[in-house]
């Protein structure tokens, strides 16, 4: 292995030569070294008579060797002629590997290349996809101008190829032919155009590159493809998603509207939705226009989000940065926890993501917060990586955390890393300035470091006190004092330089110590450091005006001193304060204002962060990181005022294979096609929820089928009806997109008139709807986000094709079991939601069935009291006249089955009209959605009108803040939910309440004992006290010293059981069941007091 290791050293190189010949002598003796040199030459000579034999397996043995030594980074361009001359091998493997040697060495070898192009022509029509595809990367690497016409060529004939493998190398061929020859833009564009309308994933990445390199302004080439890329975004290959990701991300900043002008969309749809008069829909006043976004810019958010947890780093960061540039506000939330995830990389993957985390945590701390440990310091990061930690907690701190922070900057300080030290002083610095609470503290902990040992901490906490002290010099004269001491110990120049500046700036609050402190540097002038010397004149300067009669003579020395330095800097200072300060016949004008110049007031400096200005550069990219906009840089443009018309980005080639395809195989063929099809209407689709839904409902459509013959050829009959409708509305649409959105509700009316005139179904259709709306009510936030964008005109397809499904579910859901009726509830615990009336016979068979986990019949029950109790929203002296109340009703909301409903009453209390009261800005926790009320024109004096809101609280008793608006002034309101509105009453049994019981114990149990008078334990005033508090339903009991209440929770649908048991003497126990164990806690807290006073 020796012999052979040292055969194939570089022949070329000098320094492969030196090294050889650096470790021979160490061996062997010079003429042996000489003799080492002439064997590796035959060892060559070798090489080459194996590739000129007639023996392919020599060639083959050969071509091995010299790829494994270009492997190994060795140089064989000398064996280019020997190789070259076997491109017309028949044997494929050769044929390979002298395509792999020759895209190495053919730039090099550029004169021996152009011998053979011919070949490569000849092998650009081979059988073989790869000898294709190494024939077409071979001709783009031979970087000769005269051969850009044959490029040109193979590029237009490869972007047609059968082989998506060689369709990906015409791509790659069209950037090196575009830098060898720019002129060729606009055919190269054509092949762009085409390769962008390709559907293989081993093609985009490839394409999308060559568009940003080539193209990257020409956004028309991307609106048909829009949708298709989204889709196929998840399959392209890792390197392939981030450069499509990065593209889609600039396109999206062109062609979509702000997300960011109102709060939450989700609500901003629903509210479209509900809002669908024809008087709202062509309201003219855009600003008034609630936002609603684009169904392609959800598109994009939603495909991108699973990317979210690849694999590969650049991939995260890629989507994080989308997420960043382009989500609503609310939504940006979810990249926090990926981005810490790969902090777990290695470092130079960690610095790049803590300087994207450092930039996104100024604007928006609140979403790194929850992760505030994970950028504490640990003792093996690199100092690159320390500082950028300590740049993101400084961005986080605030007056909840700081203490913490603080005690961990403490340790920081101690580090032996002295520029991490040093670095932490002045974050500490920082953090004083940014909360005042916290000012003192870490003034008086920066002056405890004055007296550390080590002088670049010292040095530091000097500069840092000095500006600390800038800001509020009045109550610190102890600490100036206390730093001219220092003077005597501490050499770094800065800091000396910022102690005189200080004692400067304050020598009338330091009478004494100032002119003493010039005296003792008047005697080291000469040996001080320019900065330092420059400051001693500025010192001299300002106490010759205000203290002339102790340091004129001081001054006057210093002057001398500095008259003749050797710095010219100093010696311009010098004259100048001569000039200026001591008075004589060439004085000018100024002399006279020199104390207002010297002494004027110098505003704090400003403590900020390094990545402030970093925010106009995308996230993620080179110029982001070297914060200076670098070659190929493509900026982000601002959003437009009015979107570009979204018609642009529709396929309508997919319609005519659409037309011949058969009714019945209709949904089989849309759950196939879902992902890799062009047309927007499969890609609106690709909701995860309604994918299984209509999946789910296939499979019971195909069941009834076999089961029940005669509901099955009902349904296909209406199926086939429907289906005509939604042909017809869709020509109609093709016809006059501009008008997409008034045909879609025209349509829907012609679909109801439809449905009006069918009146011999009308009972089994009535029932149909009913179920099928009231599935659609307990759907899930997705589905119902999905439904409010249809707004363009195929979406109105794939709508149709649901309910479709779902029509031919519901009713076959009567004839089968009660399994069937999982489908309807899509929470964990046994609770359903209101279901269907069940027919009398399926009752009979039900109740016969003895099947545990189908047997309890639990379903939400009317409230048993609702409590009158209004809350003060707004007062009317702090709303300027308008006040506010709210309550509770106890209803289910209507705005979604997660959300708590609350009935808001307005009052004018003044004598004019209040205009345009509606709800402003929100802020609201991580999670917690609301749906606000409409808009309200006006409010006559005196008058008062009652509106309906819902907030989904995510059972918990988190305060919602927004901003209750009217035209001329915005007041900050609060909702703060009673933990007993976060309930819904539950009809039960007792048998399956103490079943549920016996599951919710343990950890999920929470009890407590109460001592009352034995009248406040009747039935009567335990129900009505219960009831007041919580939002709970009564439970049959056969015991009449135990009283049990059931409800559940509105969010998650998780039980809560309250028990009072009744004991011996005037006391009594309760008990609370549930897996929400801080609400039963709560829950317990609250009832507790009422249940034990009189």
Partial sequence: MSSNSFSYNEQSGGGEATELGQEATSTISPSGAFGLFSSDLKKNEDLK????????????????????????????????????????SKNIEIKKLVYVYLVRYAEEQQDLALLSISTFQRALKDPNQLIRASALRVLSSIRVPIIVPIMMLAIKEASADLSPYVRKNAAHAIQKLYSLDPEQ??????????????????????????????????????????????NLLVDVEEWGQVVIIHMLTRYARTQFVSPWKEGDELEDNEKNFYESDDDQKEKTDKRKKPYTMDPDHRLLIRNTKPLLQSRNAAVVMAVAQLYWHISPKSEAGIISKS?????????????????????????????????????????????????????????????ANISTLLREFQTYVKSQDKQFAAATIQTIGRCATNILEV????????????????????????????????????????????????????????????????????????????????????????????????????????????????????????????????????????????????????????????????????????????????????????????????????????????????????????????EWTPAGKAKQENSAKKFYSESEEEEDSSDSSSDSESESGSESGEQGESGEEGDSNEDSSEDSSSEQDSESGR??????????????????????????????????????????????????DSESESESESESESRRVTKEKEKKTKQDRTPLTKDVSLLDLDDFNPVSTPVALPTPALSPSLMADLEGLNLSTSSSVISVSTPAFVPTKTHVLLHRMSGKGLAAH??????????GDKMVSIQITLNNTTDRKIENIHIGEKKLPIGMKM????????????????????????????????????????????????????????????????????????????????????????????????????????????????????????????????????????????????????????????LKPVLSQG
């Fill in 185 to 230: 833009k606009e055919m190269l564009i054509e092949v762009i155009e085409k390769l962008l309308k390709d559907k293989s994933t081993l093609v985009a990445g490839s394409v999308v590159m060559a568009f940003e390199e080539v193209c990257p302004d020409r956004i028309d080439l991307i609106h048909k493809n829009y949708r298709k890329l989204c």
């Fill in 731 to 780: 020509e109609s649409g093709l016809e006059n997109k501009r008008t997409a959105k008034r045909n879609s509700k025209a349509k829907g009316k012609s679909d109801s008139e439809d449905g009006e005139k069918e009146k011999e179904k009308s009972k089994t259709s009535d029932s149909s709807n009913a179920e099928s709306s009231s599935i659609e009510d307990s759907s899930s």
């Fill in 886 to 895: 709210y309550f509770f009703p106890r209803q289910p909301c209507i705005f």
């Fill in 439 to 658: 000012t003192d503290t870490c003034l008086n902990g920066l002056v405890c470091l004055l007296s550390n040992r080590d002088e670049i901490v010292v040095a530091e906490s000097v500069v840092v006190i000095k500006k600390l002290l800038q800001m509020q010099p009045a109550q610190h004269g102890e600490i100036i004092k206390h730093m001219a001491k220092l003077l005597d110990s501490i050499t770094v120049p800065v800091a000396r330089a910022s102690i005189l500046w200080l004692i400067g700036e304050n020598c009338e609050r330091v009478p004494k110590i100032a002119p003493d402190v010039l005296r003792k540097m008047a005697k080291s002038f000469t040996s001080e450091d320019d900065l330092v010397k420059l400051q001693i004149l500025n010192l001299g300067a300002k106490l010759y005006l205000t203290n002339s009669k102790q340091t004129k003579l001081l001054t006057q020395y210093i002057l001398n001193l500095g008259k003749y330095d050797q710095n010219y800097d100093i010696r311009d200072r010098t004259r100048f304060i001569r000039q200026l300060i001591v008075p004589n016949e060439k004085s000018g004008a100024l002399s006279k204002y020199a104390k207002k110049i010297f002494l004027a007031q110098k505003p704090a400096p400003l403590l900020e962060s390094p990545f402030k200005d970093r925010d106009h550069f995308q996230l993620g990219t080179l110029s982001h990181t070297l914060n200076i906009k670098a070659t190929g840089y493509l900026e982000l443009s601002n959003w437009p005022e009015v979107a570009p018309d979204p018609s642009v980005r529709n396929v309508e080639v997919i319609e005519l294979a659409k």
């Fill in 339 to 399: 981005l810490v995830r790969l902090l777990r990389s290695n470092r130079e993957v960690q610095y790049i993501v803590l300087q994207n985390i450092a930039t996104m945590s100024i604007q928006r701390k609140g979403i790194f917060e929850p992760y505030l440990k994970s950028f504490y310091v640990r003792s093996t990061d690199p100092t690159m990586i320390k500082t950028l930690k300590l740049e993101i907690l400084t961005n986080l701190a605030n007056e």
């Fill in 49 to 88: 008579q194996m590739l000129e034999s007639n023996k392919d397996s020599a060639k083959l043995d050969a071509m091995k060797r010299i790829v494994g030594m270009i492997a190994k980074g060795k140089n064989a361009s000398e064996l280019f002629p020997a190789v070259v001359k076997n491109v017309a």
């Fill in 931 to 1086: 749906h606000v009320f409409n808009p309200i024109d006006s409010l006559e004096p005196e008058g008062s009108i009652t509106v309906s809101m819902g907030i989904d609280f995510c059972d918990s008793t988190q305060t919602a803040s927004f901003q209750l608006c009217t035209k001329d002034d915005c007041f900050s309101v609060n909702i703060q939910p009673p933990v007993g509105e976060l309930l819904l009453p539950v009809a039960m049994s007792e048998k399956d309440f103490k079943k549920e019981q016996g599951m919710l114990t343990g950890m999920n149990e929470t009890s407590a004992v109460i001592i009352a008078a034995p009248q406040n334990f009747t039935p009567s005033v335990i129900f009505q006290k219960v009831v007041n508090v919580a939002n709970v339903g009564a439970v049959p009991s056969g015991q009449d010293n135990i009283h049990r209440f059931a409800a559940k929770t509105v969010h998650s649908g998780s039980l809560m059981l309250v028990t009072v048991e009744l004991k011996e003497g005037s006391t009594a126990q309760l008990i609370i069941n549930t897996e929400k164990t801080v609400i039963g806690s709560v829950l317990l807290r609250e």
